[in-house]
């Protein structure tokens, strides 16, 4: 199998494909993929295509036939190979994306690849027909503009970005070489970032006992505007991060917390991976409900690695589970749906807020729930053992294996360790909707962590249960408290807040709801146009909650010491 990708006018955006593939009879079937790991849900790709046309080895072209949004059986008749051409229109530029314009290609070919059954395993050649002034940050061996993969799930694992704006450095830990590029317009602090990524990279590996792979490649696109996105792969992530500006300013914890998070991947989920999703299956949904594993514990180790590795402060850590412990406890799904429910909906609706108060996020509960795990491994080896030991556990007796793992390997590898049924945390916090939040600060206390709570800042959220944001000097409700007054009273999502007891508010809903805190409240909303007005008796409850963690600062000796165990760089 051979691809050829040409770049003729980038300023129309279209990658020009040629796919030689092998014939497999009277017809051979050829595949666009529907999704890419890393997203759970369907991407379909096949939109992007134009100029789908299948040629025979003289040149003329075979006639085909679409047999559904990804699919296309080619008239083969008597041909051994045979040619795909098509162009690819790329104008996504996210860290899973396909994209082209004069100053870079950037491919996921998962993204663009056309692939057979018959030939999905045979090794791939890939030309480049770029300017001669771009450079190309690849896991694979470059070579004069080509690469070869050994299969059709290397290929699609592996990113690449060609341009003339590339700057790179490398650190080697545990005879692994880690590259990390920079593509757009950056000033990197080498110095700072090699130290800092050396750290969180090492005290990975410590935890896991070996690096799978020979080298790894940190893809770093930055870009002029505010962008946060990164995606996992086998020897590699593609992370974008902007504005640049920022990056080793106040972004510099997020290039952190997301590049400690992608390097977790490469052993949870790239390598520890849902029985399901092995092999994956491009063609259409591959349903799994543990992506509380691959992303929750991804989510909750990725931040305590650099806590562990002395790259965050406990502070700075304790603030990331503060923003978690926050989505918990303001999404109302929780009590609707469970995390493994939530995970097998990604295909649906997994990526974004969707229908108000239907289901949960893997990544925060999955986080909230490892931590829990954590200290309960904890609680039954005197410290001793944690999750870091459920995951080395599974990386060397399954992902190292390139074997799936199934819930049932999950609950025995941590029952090994705790020596008790642990049936109770699956049936109640994974598939039921049971409230853990008293479990949390029970599993927070223990390691010598306080819970604590205040009204948020703004009026509307905390006294009338309203979350508002002021677009175009409107003030527009974007989340309801269940039962909170606003609710009660008859407001709908969307609804625009524009005035109180007679008063017409603008951008200062706050202090006019202060203002009248102890009154009742005429409120009048604009509803798509129409006039409404709510009325609001006195109440003296607070709603939506500003949830954060402290240091005791007196822990006791129990404390001290699971909390050493907790943190353990062993
Ligand atoms: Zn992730």
Redesign the pocket.
């Known amino acids: 199998m051979k691809f050829t990708f040409d770049v003729k006018s980038p300023q129309q955006q279209y990658i020009q494909i040629t796919a030689e593939l092998k014939a497999t009879g009277n017809e051979t079937t050829v595949f666009f993929p529907a999704w890419r790991p890393?997203r759970y849900e369907l991407g379909d790709f096949a939109k992007n295509v134009n100029h789908f046309h299948a040629y025979n080895g003289d040149g003329s072209i075979l006639k085909h036939n679409k047999i559904n949004k990804n699919t296309w059986v080619i008239q083969t008749d008597g041909c051994s190979t045979f040619t795909i051409k098509y162009s690819y229109y790329a104008t996504d530029l996210n860290a899973g994306s396909t994209f082209l314009d004069t100053t870079q290609l950037y491919v996921n070919p998962v993204n663009c690849c056309v692939f057979t059954d018959e030939s999905y395993n045979d090794p791939i050649s890939v030309r480049l027909n770029i300017p001669e002034s771009w450079e190309v940050a690849h896991s694979l061996k470059v070579e004069n503009n080509s690469f070869t993969a050994k299969n059709f799930d290397e290929l699609a694992d592996s990113p690449f970005i060609c341009s003339a704006n590339l700057q790179k450095v490398t650190y080697e830990v545990a005879g692994t070489t880690f590259y990390i590029w920079f593509n757009g317009i950056i000033k990197p602090e080498w110095k700072r970032l090699i130290k800092d990524f050396k750290a969180f990279t090492e005290t990975q590996i410590q935890k896991f006992s070996k690096f799978p792979t020979d080298e790894y490649h940190f893809m770093i696109q930055i870009l002029p505007y505010a962008t946060y996105h990164?995606v996992?792969h086998s020897k590699s992530t593609v992370i974008t991060l902007g504005p640049s500006y920022a990056v080793f300013d106040e972004l510099y914890k997020e290039l952190l917390g997301v590049s400690s998070?992608?390097l977790y991947?490469t052993w949870n989920v790239k390598s520890i991976r849902p029985i399901e999703m092995v092999p994956y299956d491009f063609k259409k949904e591959n349903y799994t409900e543990l992506g509380y594993i691959a992303?929750g514990v991804?989510?909750y180790m990725g931040d305590l690695m650099l806590y562990k590795s002395g790259v965050f402060s406990l502070e700075q850590y304790l603030f990331e589970m503060d923003n978690q412990i926050q989505r918990h406890m303001d999404n109302f799904g929780r009590f609707n749906y469970s995390v493994a429910a939530s995970s097998f909906d990604t295909w649906l609706d997994g990526y974004v807020p969707g229908a108000p108060g239907r289901k949960v996020s893997i990544y925060t509960e999955g986080c909230l729930l490892a931590f829990i795990i954590d200290v309960y491994i904890l609680k039954y080896t005197k410290n001793k053992k944690g999750l870091d030991d459920v995951m080395r556990n599974l990386y060397l007796n399954f992902g190292a294996l390139n074997k799936g793992i199934t819930e049932k390997d999950y609950q025995k590898e941590i029952e090994e360790l705790t020596g008790v049924s642990m049936q109770w945390f699956f049936d109640d916090y994974v598939h039921g909707t049971k409230a853990y939040s008293t479990l949390l600060v029970d599993c927070l206390e223990y390691i010598g962590i306080e819970f604590h709570n205040e009204p948020v800042k703004s009026e509307v959220a905390a006294y009338l249960g309203a979350k508002t944001m002021d677009v175009n000097n409107e003030t527009v409700i974007m989340a309801l408290y269940p039962g909170g007054p606003l609710d009660i009273g008859g407001a709908i999502l969307g609804d625009k807040i524009v005035g109180v007891n007679g008063v017409v508010v603008n951008n200062d809903v706050d202090r006019w709801m202060k203002f009248f805190r102890n009154d009742s409240k005429e409120i009048a909303i604009n509803r798509k146009g129409a006039l409404v007005n709510i009325h609001l008796p006195e109440s003296e409850k607070t709603y939506y909650q500003r949830f954060f963690l402290k240091a005791t600062t007196k822990p006791s000796q129990e404390q001290v010491h699971a909390f050493d165990g907790w943190r353990s760089a062993e």
Request: glycine share 22%; proline share 0%; no cysteine.
């Open positions: 890393g990164g996992e998070h992608e991947h992303e991804t989510t």
